[in-house]
C-alpha cells in the first residue's frame, strides 16, 4: 500500500494549479496526481482556446470574477517567468445586431467593477484594431489586457516543475476505483494508494468523481461541442487582435469568434452544439447513446420552459452546420466566404453543469466538500484563466485532513 497527503485526481489546469500552490505554502507535503489519461492536460485544459480572459462577462461578486482578473495576471507573469510565449493582442467586443449595442455598456461596468481595463470605442479607432472587423453601431469594447498562451505547453511546463519538486503522478489509470475503506482508492494494478485529502479535479468526468462520493447527485454533465475552423494563408484578411461578437449573457457560451494563435493561425470558433458523448471529438467516436438521450430529455424539458435555452437553440445550436456557422462568422466579419476557411483539426467539449432539481445551467464554479475530500465541478472558462487564484481559493476554503 502507498501513502499520499494529497491526491488529486485529473491532470488538467485545476488540478495541477492546486498542487503547484498547496507546494508553495507546504515545502514538504507529499502529493499524488492520478489521471486516466496517458499525459496531462489531453482534454479540457489541452485543448483551451489559450485566451487569457481579463474579467469582463462576469457578474461582480461572482467566483468567476474573483478570479479572472487576478488570475490572469499570475499566469501570464508566470509564462513569462518560464519563457513561454504570450501573445499580447488585446481583444474587441463588438455589436452584431444593432439591439445589442447596450450590451457594451453592461460588460464596460462589469469590466471596471471586476478591475479589468476596458475602453469603449469608436468607428476609427474600432477600423485601426480590426479592419476586416465590422460593428453595427459604430462602438465596440477594448480590453487591452487579454492575451493568448498556448495551452498545452503551459500544462506540460508546469508538470515538469512539479515533478522537480516531487509530486508523483499516475497515469493510465483508466480503471481506478474507490476502495470500500475510507480514505483509499484502488488502481489499475490492484494496488491500493491511501490519502489524507483528495481533489476532484476531473473535467469531463468530475461529476461521476462526485458521485462516488455520493455528493453532487442533482448535477449531471452535459457536453457541448466546441469546433473551429481556421483561415486559409491566401485568405485576404488580417487578424492581430481578438474578435468577439457581444455574447449572451445569460448563456455561458461567447458566441463564435476569431483568435490569433501562437502558431500563426487565425482560429474562427469555437461553436456550441450538444456532442454525443463526454469525449466525443470526432464523428461517432466515444459516443454514449444513454448520455446523448439525456442530454436530449434535458435540453427538451429546458426549452419548453425556459426562453434562454430557446434562444441558445435558435443562435447557437445549429452552428456545426457550414452555412449556420459562416452566417455567424458574417456577423463580425462580413466579406468571409466559405472559400476563406477550412476545418481546423482543432476542437474541445466544454463540460456544462446541468441541476437536475433546478432544470438551470449552472453558470458559476461548484465546489463540493465531504470530510477528507473536495469536488471541483463546473470548472469551465475562465477556469484556465484563473487557475492559480482558483487554486488559493478553493484551498482557503478547503479543511485538509491528514
Not at 363 to 378: E, G
Request: charged share 20%; net charge positive; aromatic share 8%.
Amino acid at each position: 500500500m502507498a501513502n499520499t497527503d494529497v491526491l488529486i485526481i485529473g491532470s488538467g489546469m485545476v488540478g495541477l494549479s492546486i498542487a503547484w500552490q498547496l507546494l508553495e505554502n507546504q515545502k514538504n507535503i507529499n502529493i499524488t496526481v492520478v489521471d486516466k489519461e496517458s499525459r496531462v492536460g489531453k482534454h479540457g485544459s489541452g485543448r483551451n482556446s489559450g485566451v487569457l480572459h481579463a474579467g469582463i462577462y462576469y457578474q461582480p461578486g461572482s467566483l468567476k470574477a474573483h478570479v479572472s482578473v487576478n488570475g490572469a495576471k499570475r499566469l501570464r507573469e508566470w509564462c513569462k517567468d518560464e519563457n513561454l510565449p504570450i501573445l499580447e493582442c488585446g481583444k474587441v467586443i463588438t455589436p452584431q445586431k444593432c439591439e445589442l449595442d447596450g450590451q457594451l455598456d453592461i460588460l464596460f461596468k462589469r469590466g471596471t467593477a471586476n478591475g479589468a481595463t476596458v475602453e469603449i470605442i469608436d468607428q476609427q479607432q474600432f477600423n485601426e484594431l480590426v479592419p476586416d472587423g465590422y460593428t453595427t453601431t459604430g462602438r465596440a469594447l477594448w480590453s487591452p489586457g487579454t492575451c493568448v498562451v498556448k495551452p498545452l505547453s503551459v500544462i506540460q511546463r508546469l508538470q515538469e516543475r512539479l515533478c522537480e519538486k516531487g509530486v508523483n503522478f499516475i497515469l493510465s489509470q483508466n480503471n481506478w476505483k474507490l476502495s470500500s475503506c475510507k480514505k483509499k482508492v484502488i488502481l489499475d494494478d490492484k494496488t491500493s494508494l491511501s490519502y489524507g485529502h483528495l481533489f476532484n479535479c476531473a473535467g469531463l468526468q468530475s461529476d461521476k468523481v462526485a458521485h462516488l462520493f455520493d455528493v453532487g447527485r442533482n448535477f449531471t454533465m452535459l457536453p457541448f461541442k466546441g469546433s473551429y475552423y481556421e483561415l486559409k494563408e491566401d485568405a485576404p484578411f488580417h487578424f492581430n487582435t481578438n474578435l468577439y461578437p457581444v455574447p449572451d449573457l445569460e448563456l455561458p457560451f461567447l458566441g463564435v469568434h476569431v483568435t490569433p494563435s501562437i502558431d500563426g493561425k487565425i482560429y474562427i470558433g469555437p461553436t456550441a452544439t450538444p456532442a454525443l458523448g463526454r469525449e466525443n471529438y470526432v464523428g461517432l467516436e466515444n459516443a454514449e447513446p444513454s448520455m446523448a438521450l439525456n442530454f436530449l430529455r434535458h435540453m427538451t424539458t429546458q426549452f419548453i420552459t425556459n426562453k434562454k435555452m430557446r434562444r441558445y437553440i435558435k443562435d447557437q445550436a445549429f452552428d456545426w452546420m457550414p452555412y449556420r456557422f459562416l452566417e455567424a462568422t458574417k456577423a463580425i466579419v462580413p466579406k468571409l466566404e466559405m472559400r476563406h476557411i477550412k476545418h481546423s483539426l482543432k476542437v474541445g467539449i466544454r463540460p456544462q453543469l446541468y441541476d437536475i432539481k433546478t432544470r438551470q445551467l449552472v453558470q458559476d464554479f461548484v465546489m463540493l466538500h465531504t470530510n477528507n475530500s473536495t469536488h471541483v465541478i463546473n470548472a469551465i472558462s475562465p477556469a484556465f484563466t484563473g487557475s492559480f487564484e482558483l487554486a488559493d481559493f478553493i484551498l482557503q476554503n478547503t479543511q485538509l485532513n491528514s
